[in-house]
């Protein structure tokens, strides 16, 4: 089993559409939850980070935590074809402060 | 805020020859910077972890002496490729890690990334 783990897609919605992004993660005592966004050639850029359950909202995105099932997740609300990107989700250990990576989702928002 | 740059951007060499990539946090101290490598449609990969003032942590497969990495001060990391082959072309990110509140609060910021090209 993959310490993090995503669908890697295409995960393709028409524009003004909500994308649900899940993750799920294998180490139970994580405390640290990032979501980047890599467009095609580029760095991966911080989206938002969430440290405890719930939600957390910035703007169009939100994330959502639930450490007792181990997944986290993003949505995005009226999905633009500029959000057109691969979403990684990142998982902190908790010694050293290595991020861990899934394999990331390519979302494509569709005109 | 938290702003990572890294130098050069693009980088032609040829085989054998020697490549420098500077990574430098520009708005923050980061007593820890990270490299890694990314091949066209995969994920991240992290080569090792920069500790300011101490010897970099290299990741299980990495060669240490081929992947020289310095990092001299709280702002600046440097990777340097040696004796570059064909097969060392790829896409190296560095990020820096900028201290939260408390130590699980912290956050990694990604460089631009330098695309290295070796003939």
């Known amino acids: 089993q993959k310490e993090v783990e995503q669908n890697s897609g295409p995960l393709s919605v028409p524009e003004g559409a909500i994308a649900s992004l899940n993750c799920t993660y294998s180490?139970?005592?994580?405390?640290?939850f990032f979501w980047y966004r890599q467009y095609s050639g580029k760095s991966p850029e911080l989206i938002m980070s969430?440290?405890?359950?719930g939600d957390k909202e910035d703007g169009r995105f939100t994330a959502q935590l639930n450490k007792a099932s181990q997944y986290v997740s993003l949505l995005i609300r009226d999905s633009q074809p500029s959000d057109s990107a691969t979403y990684l989700c990142?998982?902190?250990?908790?010694?050293?402060?290595?991020?861990?990576f899934g394999q990331g989702t390519e979302l494509s928002v569709k005109p | 805020g938290a702003v990572v740059s890294q130098h050069p951007s693009r980088v032609i060499c040829k085989s054998g020859t020697s490549v420098k990539i500077e990574c430098r946090s520009l708005?923050?101290?980061?007593?820890?910077m990270f490299w890694y490598r990314q091949f066209p449609k995969q994920s991240l990969m992290l080569m090792a972890t920069?500790?300011?003032?101490?010897?970099?942590?290299?990741e299980q497969g990495v060669e240490k002496d081929k992947f020289l990495i310095n990092h001299a001060s709280l702002t600046l990391s440097t990777l340097t490729v040696t004796s570059a082959h064909p097969e060392d072309s790829s896409f190296y990110i560095c990020?820096?890690?900028?201290?939260?509140?408390?130590?699980?609060?912290?956050?990694?910021?990604f460089g631009p990334g330098t695309r290295l090209t070796v003939l």
């Open positions: 180490d139970r005592g994580s405390q640290s």
């Open positions: 920069s500790n300011e003032g101490s010897k970099a942590t290299y």
């Open positions: 990020s820096a890690r900028a201290l939260g509140p408390a130590a699980f609060t912290d956050t990694q910021y």
């Open positions: 708005d923050f101290q980061a007593t820890t």
């Open positions: 990142a998982v902190k250990r908790n010694q050293g402060g290595k991020l861990i």
């Open positions: 969430i440290y405890s359950n």
